[in-house]
């Protein structure tokens, strides 16, 4: 959390070459250009070898330079430790005539320097063109983000998105120097994380019988079945293309509510053992949540091992968000359970369950992440996202939690983008424009500042209940997480710099056929 935080310096002219999103910390043009060919050797310091495999996967796509190693080459990558004013992720660069340096003082900080190289190349390489001019503009940067967090969530448990998708998905964080996907495997309409010990998850939860169109409370629906798991090995795979791109996957099994996909496959994990419940078909909060008996605990702490064994982040997600009582309240074996514990009543069983959940990850040498909710107190080992109001990340970091800004008026992508007709389906209820992303707000009440040593960043969600296609998520996805990824990464407030810079940015995101003006393979109504 002590990271390292340059003087601001104002931002001269933009050259159109130098519209980098998000915008380094100190930026200098200079003169000249490097001539990336055939002949281009790459000098590449022990411990950076990923990054250059990243560099060379990226040109691979494009006829000219394969950067072959060399101990005189003129594109050097290098690791210095005593580089300490970089961080863990801070990269210098320096592009001149005569070569290019990128340097920094851990691996991570070459990832991101790859990035901002990618991002300096001519459009026409970023969108694989045979033959492009390789040329980058000289340039000196020096570049550290200002929050160890910022990431983006895909719910891939409404609608499911195929592996290869995802590895498209990561490589688009990356370009933007975000470095976390959350993966939202599980909810009431689908599980998609495969538990060898219960099959069942994905064999019966992983599919459902039809979708409802339009918002919670429609009474229709499309008749047609939705289904999909990813299999161990596609996650496992997921998770070291992530990890050669710098980005981490953090995994969302959520509980003890947004569970009906669970029920339906086990329904002994519910308060009504003997009750059949189907994978739901409708959006909105689900009533059935699951019951609180000893073998309901077991249970997910077997599916937990088994996601920690997939997936080595540091963090696992638990969920958490919007549990109905209803069903604890007139449970005598709840009731039950809530006077054993010594609990107040019922509704205390929310805090509890987190607690035994969270209690395995960080016996597990994980650190768990849960939703702020109105009313219910985490445990303390959580780091906790806050999705209603900022206020209640600033009460998480009182009670001594860490804090990921996610305001679902300011980072909620599945709002529409705007109100205008030509607008896709998407979440009802509110609208959240470019600016509105751009205003999130990481820094703590001004008589406060102390706070801010609890804040790791910030993070962008995309649910899909609306969103079924993979050019939906991208049309809904940007230009928005580009003033995220920008306001994650560099503290200063600078509107016009910023909407200067991702005017040329559009460019490359139409050279990578991102749809980020108009949807042309709109979601069906």
């Known amino acids: 959390m002590d990271l390292p935080r340059p003087a601001h310096r104002p931002a001269r002219p933009a050259r159109p070459d130098l519209t980098l999103v998000p915008r380094p910390r100190r930026l200098s043009p200079r003169p000249g250009r490097f001539r990336l060919d055939a002949g281009t050797r790459l000098r590449v310091a022990p411990g950076a070898e990923t990054a250059a495999d990243l560099l060379r996967a990226y040109l691979a796509t494009v006829t000219g330079p394969c950067l072959e190693p060399a101990d005189d080459g003129a594109f050097v990558l290098a690791l210095d430790p005593a580089l300490t004013g970089l961080g863990r992720e801070g990269y210098g660069l320096t592009v001149s005539e005569q070569g ?73 964080l990356a370009l933007h120097k975000l470095n976390v996907l959350q993966l939202h495997l599980t909810d009431d309409q689908g599980w998609r994380m495969p538990v060898a010990a219960h099959p069942r998850l994905t064999e019966v939860g992983g599919r459902r019988a039809q979708s409802m169109v339009g918002p919670a409370g429609s009474d229709r629906f499309d008749g047609r079945p939705h289904g999909g798991a990813y299999t161990r090995a596609e996650l496992a795979g997921l998770v070291s293309y992530a990890a050669a791109r710098g980005v981490t996957v953090v995994p969302e099994i959520g509980v003890p509510g947004h569970v009906r996909s669970a029920l339906a496959a086990y329904p002994e994990l519910g308060n009504h053992p003997d009750r059949r419940l189907d994978v739901w078909t409708r959006w909105g909060v689900c009533a059935n949540v699951l019951g609180v008996g000893d073998h309901v605990l077991d249970f997910f702490r077997t599916v937990l091992d088994e996601v920690m064994d997939v997936f080595p982040s540091p963090y696992v997600h638990l969920g958490g968000d919007e549990v109905p009582t209803g069903e604890w309240e007139s449970s005598p074996a709840a009731v039950a359970r809530a006077a054993r514990e010594g609990l107040s009543g019922p509704r205390a069983l929310h805090g509890w369950f987190m607690d035994r959940m969270a209690g395995h990850v960080v016996r597990a040498g994980r650190r768990p992440v849960a939703w702020a909710e109105d009313g219910a107190t985490l445990p303390l080992s959580c780091t906790v996202m806050s999705w209603r109001t900022p206020e209640h990340a600033w009460a998480a970091a009182r009670r001594g939690h860490d804090v990921i800004h996610a305001d ?29 992303v751009y205003d999130v707000e990481l820094l703590p009440p001004p008589d406060e500042p102390e706070l801010a040593g609890r804040v790791l960043g910030a993070q962008g969600q995309l649910w899909t209940e609306f969103v079924p296609t993979p050019a939906h998520i991208e049309y809904l996805t940007f230009p928005r997480l580009c003033a995220l990824a920008e306001r994650a990464w560099h503290p200063a407030d600078d509107w016009r710099d910023f909407r200067t810079r991702l005017d040329g940015h559009r460019a490359r995101l139409t050279a990578l056929g991102v749809p980020h003006d108009t949807l042309r393979d709109p979601a069906p109504a």
């Open 100 to 172: 290019v340096l990128l340097r920094a003082a851990r691996p991570a900080g070459l990832l991101r320097g790859v990035q901002t190289v990618r991002q300096l190349l001519p459009y026409e390489a970023l969108a694989g063109t045979s033959g492009a001019d390789l040329e980058l503009p000289g340039v000196e940067i020096t570049d550290v983000p200002a929050h160890p967090w910022r990431g983006m969530l895909l719910d891939v448990a409404r609608h499911f998105q195929p592996v290869s998708y995802l590895h498209r998905f990561v490589d688009l």
């Open 408 to 436: 679902h008026r300011r980072t909620y992508f599945d709002y529409a983008r705007g109100s205008g007709p030509g607008e896709p389906p998407a979440q009802p209820g509110h609208t959240t424009g470019l600016r509105s």
